[in-house]
């Protein structure tokens, strides 16, 4: 076998030891399950074995699912397919509380999705005492629920509450509060484990589960009749429509089967419920979208899928940050916390130590929520130096620029620098629209110069969005990939564009917001129709947040250097009008919103003087365009080849400005609605509307051939 292995001792215990061959971790496969069915199948038949022990050689118990043979022939994959596939894994385990003989659990590390799933079937779990030790069925966070028995397991085991919690959040919990729940039954030393398991089957302990006792009933199974579970499932309905909208249907999912399994008395038959279940969001575009994008396309970039190849590993041991600003300041906390030597610089001492205290708010934050403590603050701050001196950056591996966004700045703080730097050092620019190619003529070795553009706050935000300038050398990009993993981030890799790709792609969801707001359509409308397919935040407290003058300078710029080759947005007007009468964004006192001092923001009522509203207005057509002008906007980023993985263009888009999940980005999207109806959607817009939303001669010619993006 190359994923398991049977120990029997004189004792009459077996011990079953999961150890994936293939893979570093414990996987849920078509291989693994056809072992599995033979392991337990032996271990049944074998008169000499009393218990069995079930662990793991890795240092984790198992991760669950191979997550890409749930994306892999995704169109082939029929109701009954899935159906089947999921029954498969149940019955693997209704074998084990079949069998006749108690099985345990020794769960020495992580166990989630199918790897705790696996547990639960287990007459006991004993977990290890160890913080990595994580135990919990996060399914819902890649579109699915548990399908071989999770859900049904956890009802009976834990109850309606716990369950519901720790199903719809998807969260894991550690050794403490999974006993707390009574999600596993003990929790002991690590070294103690195979022996507290022997000592526990040594006491003969009865291998018959509770609802598979004639007459047994769920303690919790009267359902609506109980106000109490009643309230809870309305509340629970309530917040999934709060937290995920109506665009995932996982949560929803989750909270029907869970309900059905409660009055289902049946065991068999609740399980047969909850495998319908999990074949409907199987085969659903959504967890296709959710799982490609946001487990496999997310790893593979991390694990550096865009690293040129034939380029040795770096390591940046000293980095120069230049600018100790809101983001400077968040690139040298993030850098020195991954363990870099850090000189932060800005045009004068008491500046780059303010920019050096953040790192020291950062951690307060996290020391008082027991997440850190203050020697492990003390350590990352003695490795930031704060400074106004240049000549500090002598050693340094990389530099990071974030300084103001103006060219002649960013190309004076460049020759300071290079002046000092090694001559094996990158150059990087933290900049959000100015040119790579175009700042790179500033610096005497353009092939060691790049754009790393981080995003807002930095010590939060995941993404990183690499810029390739024309001249920029692929040691440069492999370089720059390093650093990146690193500081443990996700890395994209555009081209050179105006806007690279992520301010590109996103000023088109903010001036669609500004085109509604001149159309007539009610503010409140317009900010409710972006949420609704899933945007986080409406496109008017986007813009107030930004404040007018970037986007509106980003516009001025491109109309300058293009003059009418530049298609201005269509959403402008409404800025300039707002700037007209004096309110410029949340920075001024107020633009779209009001912020009222001690009270909750709210629009602004002189909106309806500026914009009058006016009948007529689709909500479905407005949720369509939002999604339809970033994805068209990301498609032309494919064709101009500012990108060049449709991996990228969805990363970019959910990790970088939120769009929403459910799509698996904006590529994912068309390919989700199809391309040739997503052109034809267009060219009405486009008629309606404006050439913003027309299809280009390339996209038609891919629609003609039926030729998506992945």
Known sequence: MRHLKIEKGNDGIATLIMDNADESVNLVSEQFVTEFEAATAELTADESVKGVILTSAKKAFMAGADLKLMVEGYEKLTLDDAYAFSQRATNMHRAIEKSGKPWVAAINGLALGGGFELALACHRRILADDPKALVGLPEVNVGLL?????????????????????????????????????????????????????????????????????????????????????????????????????????PLAI?????????????????????????????SPVSRNIIRTTFLSKQ?????????????????????????????????????????????????????????????????????????????????LARITATDDFSKLDGCDLIVEAVFEDIGIKAETTKKAEAVIPASAIYASNTSTLPISELAKASSRP????????????DRMGLVEVIMGKQTAKATLAKALDYIAQLRKTPIVVNDSRGFYTSRVFQTLIHEGGAMLDEGVPPAVIENAAKAVGMPVGPLALLDELSFDLPLKIVDQAIEQEGDKYAVPAGVSALRKMKAIGRGGRKTGGGFYEYPEGGKKHLWAGLAENFPVKAGYDIEELKQRFLYTQAMETARCIEEGVLETSQDGDLGAVYGWGFPAWTGGTLSYIDTVGIKKFVAESDRLAQKLGARFLPSAWLRAKAEKGEGFY
């Not at 716990?162 to 199903?167: A, N, R």
């Open 146 to 250: 548990p399908g071989s028995g999770g859900t049904q397991r956890m009802i009976r085991i834990a109850g309606l509450k716990t369950s519901m919690d720790l199903l719809l959040s998807g969260r894991s919990v550690g050794p403490a509060e999974a006993l707390k729940l009574k999600i596993v039954d003990e929790v002991v030393p690590a070294a103690d484990l195979i022996a507290r398991a022997k000592a526990w089957l040594a006491t003969s302990p009865d291998a018959t589960k509770p609802w598979d006792v004639k007459g047994y009933r769920f303690a919790e199974s009267r359902g609506f009749i109980v106000p109490e579970i009643s309230a809870a499932f309305m509340m629970a309905a309530g917040g999934i429509a709060g937290k995920a909208g109506y665009n995932m249907p996982a």
């Open 300 to 380: 593979a970039a991390e694990r550096g899928a865009r690293r040129p190849e034939g380029v040795p590993k770096s390591e940046v041991k000293k980095v120069g940050v230049l600018g100790a600003g809101m983001m400077g300041a968040g690139i040298a906390y993030v850098s020195a916390n991954a363990g870099i030597e850090v000189v932060l610089i800005d045009r004068d001492v008491p500046t780059a130590q303010k920019g050096k205290d953040y790192s020291s708010k950062v951690f307060a934050k996290l020391i008082e929520k027991g997440r850190s403590t203050q020697d492990a603050a003390d350590a990352v």
């Open 255 to 283: 909270l029907e089967t869970i309900y059905e399994g409660s009055i289902i008395n049946n065991f068999d038959k609740a399980l047969s419920y909850e495998s319908k279940q999990f074949a409907t969001l199987l085969t």
């Open 447 to 458: 092939d060691q110069f790049i754009g790393i553009h981080f995003f807002s706050p930095v």
